[in-house]
């Protein structure tokens, strides 16, 4: 004779056994989950757009990461497949509006304290 053990393919289990709710709780419309990914995007770039607002100078990795920024400089680039990317889809900022890139990002985290 043969065992058949829990969890082999042979083995069969009713699922429905193991659910302690009534029949009928669960019979209504599925909910629908949003994709966070879009929202934390988002979040991103609204970060950017502040830092543009705050320091009126596009930021760069170093500059970002100096002022301690969140969510970080790495996590930017790994969303948008670069930090300069990411500046550009912020569009935060008119093409008229001439802002330059800061020079020196120590700077501008001195300006933060």
């Known amino acids: 004779m043969v065992d058949l053990l ?23 419309a599925p909910y629908e989950l949003r994709d966070s990914s879009d929202d934390r995007d988002e979040e991103a770039l609204a970060s950017i ?4 607002e705050e320091f009126r100078v596009r930021p760069t990795a170093r500059a970002w990461t100096a002022t301690g920024m969140t969510p970080s400089e790495k996590t930017i ?9 990411a ?4 569009n935060a900022l008119s093409p008229s ?8 990002s ?3 985290a ?3 304290l």
């Open 87 to 90: 500046v550009a889809l912020a």
């Open 110 to 112: 001195e300006s933060r």
């Open 49 to 52: 757009r502040a830092f543009l």
């Open 106 to 108: 120590t700077a501008i």
């Open 6 to 28: 829990i969890g082999s393919p042979d083995v069969v289990v009713d699922l429905s056994s193991h659910n302690a709710n009534p029949p009928g709780v669960f019979d209504g």
């Open 77 to 85: 680039r790994r969303r948008f497949g670069s930090f300069r990317s």
């Open 97 to 104: 509006e001439n802002l330059t890139v800061p020079k020196s």
